[in-house]
């Protein structure tokens, strides 16, 4: 069964300040693993896939990055409206390899 | 163009009573997942279909049901609901199974008294 432990489960940050965020899986071999951002009461939005260990993505001021571990969410220079529920996801080689498996997510806050 | 789209927004239900929740996907995909969100945990899977076929089964009662139309949109039935049942149920469409990214609509909200 592929399990993510998202860490920590709430991050308050002053605007500015970086930080990172941290998703360890296990899985029986990786397919991809996703990066979300949810808004309170809404869907999560889209934000990264990475296939394997070494890739990086960047998004404004967000960069992903994949050990064959863990991964990484790097935010740089937050501001308020980074402030979010961030989930990270996996899909295994699996019998259910076409399910996206969630951690329980950190919630970042961010004060101006 | 046109996210995932879900309805109704909100809902309340008493226990024992039946739900049937819609979803329509992103044009052009033809893959449909359903995840349960309880507040405080990250989105569970329910089910996933392709092609109008049932691709995948999480671990949920068969009080649990789906289906996928021919325009690719789908509906989730929950029959005899329970106070557990209380969750936002989120559809998320894929152009394909296997892994590739799953865009998600913005849920409805199930209340069951």
């Known amino acids: 069964e592929d399990q993510v432990t998202q860490s920590p489960e709430a991050l308050r940050l002053q605007e500015g300040e970086s930080s990172s965020l941290n998703c360890s899986y296990t899985?029986?071999?990786?397919?991809?693993l996703f990066w979300y951002r949810q808004d309170p009461g809404k869907g999560p939005e889209f934000l990264f896939t990475?296939?394997?260990a070494g890739e990086e993505k960047e998004k404004e001021r967000l960069k992903a990055t994949l050990t064959k571990k863990e991964s990484f969410l790097h935010i740089t220079a937050p501001k308020p409206e980074d402030s979010a529920t961030y989930l990270c996801?996996?899909?295994?080689?699996?019998?259910?390899?076409?399910?996206?498996?969630f951690g329980a997510g950190t919630t970042v806050t961010v004060r101006a | 163009d046109a996210g995932v789209t879900q309805s109704p927004t909100h809902l309340i239900k008493t226990r024992g009573q039946h739900v049937t929740l819609r979803c329509s996907p992103i044009?052009?995909?033809?893959?449909v997942s359903w995840y349960q969100q309880v507040l405080g945990q990250g989105p569970q899977f329910i089910f996933q279909?392709?092609?109008?076929?049932?691709?995948g089964r999480g671990n949920f009662p068969d009080r649990f049901s789906a289906r996928q139309f021919p325009n690719y949109s789908s509906e989730l039935n929950v029959n005899a609901l329970l106070l557990g049942d209380s969750a936002l149920y989120l559809c998320?469409?894929?152009?394909?199974?296997?892994?590739?990214?799953?865009?998600f609509g913005p849920g409805t909200r199930l209340t069951v008294l």
């Open positions: 998320a469409s894929s152009f394909r199974t296997g892994p590739n990214e799953q865009f």
């Open positions: 899985v029986s071999g990786l397919r991809g």
């Open positions: 990475l296939y394997s």
């Open positions: 996801a996996v899909q295994g080689f699996s019998s259910n390899d076409y399910k996206l498996s």
């Open positions: 044009s052009g995909h033809k893959s």
């Open positions: 279909y392709y092609e109008k076929e049932e691709r």
